[in-house]
DNA sequence: CCCCCCCC
């Protein structure tokens, strides 16, 4: 019932009483089980129904004697589940399995597979099953069905670092373990438990974290094979993903998730439909600025039932279709659909600025300093053709600001940007470019007025060093136009950032030599 | 007891 009586509260509700797994896990939504008397089956969210159990109802520890009277043990839910109890006995559903996975260690070969649980007070658990063990459970255990299982001990410290889970322990199955099938499709537990994510979160999430993805698929590319350097062979398959944020982002699908799911969303986009992927536990990775991809024990749904993919499919087929996407990959679209991503490095190694057009390059690098004696300039406020002239004025001495550009003068000018830097990217080369206005403004962070008062007006000198500071280590996608130009008869290759991005992750400082400014 | 997701 819990599920129902909080049917559509989306509600961001961080436990209190619980510390966050990690900072991203501020949302879950729940999927009920199967219809429980109102609300169409498979389509609730429910707020996390997550009562603490942090210190254990007595009852739940006090399963000694019980077990010794050979008394089978009461259900008690996941989140009582602890290392210290005996007997402990659980229900269920299976939401994640992966396949077996054989490995050599030092004991030997080995084998493993590992799924997820669920049960009707939302907690959650990750169970794994080793070499005999596997053969004992792997053909029972499937993905949607609910089971009674118990057993004595077997609970370990979770691996946080593999196990988005919200639970400090996983459960590692052994000969003593029962696992039983409920037949009773039991409605009150949950079918899946989201964690929704908007893509444009991905930017500021790190390499390696777990995250849940309701997105459109736009593309799907075939199937690939391709060896590993272990010499094993391994397929992918590359989607895009886009979702209300007006972001995208490329997605990977590995191995077994290429076959079934991916066949159907390559069907489904070549026939014109814009299927929407549930990925629950996609690894998100920086490849290309930002990527996810398929894990092990990821879960891909399409065109599931939820609210939130009604009103994203609704949201696409009116708006989104024709929006703007910013892509987190790079390459994709997101500095435009001529999109070249170069190295500051090959802007000399390829001459790149010399031809008679310029050269457009994406550029992946941080701020490695900024020129901060001169960092704007005074701008022609007057109209020209119904636009800002912005070219540079000239202070009379009169009180009045002279345009040469277009030869009027006014009583006011409007400092602008033009930031001299120095970018350098992961190839360690440096180069110089040059960032005006609105590009300088997402560099600094603030209007050139405002920079200016500080430093000019203010003097405000550490304020204004610690604006600039900030600005570096920081990494960011530049578009650069590359156009060699000639000046007092000296001809050099000068990079202009007409855009810039900032891609939400700071450079280790040792990345980057001690810069000036 | 495995293992981050493989490649660009």
Not at 2 to 8: E, G, I, K, L, V
Not at 384 to 403: F, H, L, P, Y
Not at 448 to 453: H, I, K, M, N
Request: proline share 5%.
């Amino acid at each position: 019932m819990s599920a129902q009586n909080t049917m559509h509260t989306n509600v961001v509700q961080p436990n209190p009483q619980q510390p966050l797994l990690n900072p991203y896990q501020n949302q879950r939504f729940a999927v009920p089980g199967t219809a429980g008397g109102f609300g169409p089956p498979d389509q609730s969210y429910g707020r996390p129904a997550q009562p603490s159990y942090q210190q254990p109802p007595a009852a739940y520890i006090n399963t000694g004697p019980v077990a010794k009277n050979g008394a089978p043990p009461r259900v008690i839910p996941i989140a009582a589940l602890n290392p210290f109890q005996g007997t402990w006995k659980i229900k269920a559903r299976v939401t994640a399995k992966t396949h077996v996975k054989h490995y050599i260690n030092g004991q030997g070969p080995g084998k493993l597979f590992t799924f997820d649980l669920l049960d009707a007070h939302r907690g959650e658990i990750r169970a794994k099953c080793f070499k005999e063990v596997v053969d004992q459970f792997y053909d029972l255990i499937e993905v949607g069905k609910v089971y009674l299982i118990s057993s004595r001990g077997g609970l370990k410290p979770a691996q946080k670092q593999y196990n988005p889970l919200n639970n400090d322990y996983e459960i590692s199955l052994d000969a003593r373990t029962c696992v039983e099938v409920c037949s009773d499709d039991d409605s009150s537990i949950p079918r899946q438990q989201f964690n929704f994510r908007k893509i444009s979160e991905l930017a500021n999430m790190d390499k390696g974290v777990l995250i849940d993805l309701l997105g459109v698929v736009t593309s799907v590319s075939p199937t690939f094979t391709l060896m590993r350097k272990n010499g094993v062979e391994t397929q992918k398959r590359v989607l895009e993903l886009k979702d209300m944020s007006g972001c995208s982002v490329e997605t990977t699908f590995w191995g077994n998730f290429c076959d079934a799911e991916g066949q159907q969303l390559q069907l489904l986009c070549d026939s014109g439909s814009n299927p929407i992927l549930v990925l629950k536990s996609g690894l998100v990775g920086d490849f290309k600025g930002r990527s996810v991809s398929t894990i092990n024990s990821s879960v891909l749904q399409i065109n599931l039932d939820l609210p939130e993919a009604e009103s994203l499919r609704q949201w696409y087929i009116t708006e989104g279709k024709d929006a703007a996407f910013t892509s987190l990959s790079v390459g994709m679209s997101s500095m435009g659909r001529t999109d070249v991503r170069k190295t500051v490095a090959q802007i000399k190694d390829e001459d790149l600025g010399r031809s008679e057009k310029p050269d457009w390059i994406t550029v992946m690098g941080a701020i490695w300093s900024i020129k901060t004696e001169t960092f704007c300039y005074p701008a022609c406020t007057a109209e020209v053709n119904g636009t800002r002239c912005t070219k540079k004025v000239i202070n009379n001495g009169d009180g009045m600001w002279q345009c040469d550009s277009c030869g009027q003068s006014s009583q006011n000018c409007e400092y602008r940007y033009m930031l001299q830097c120095h970018i350098q990217d992961h190839t360690g080369i440096i180069t110089f470019a040059t960032a005006f206005q609105e590009a300088g403004e997402v560099i600094i962070g603030l209007p050139a007025q405002d920079l200016f008062r500080i430093k000019h007006e203010d003097q405000d000198e550490i304020k204004f060093a610690d604006i600039i500071q900030q600005a570096r280590y920081q990494q960011y996608l530049f578009k650069l136009r590359v156009k060699e130009e000639t000046y007092n008869d000296e001809t050099r290759v000068k990079c202009n950032i007409v855009k810039v991005q900032k891609l939400g992750r700071h450079v280790k400082r040792e990345s980057l030599s001690s810069g000036s400014n």
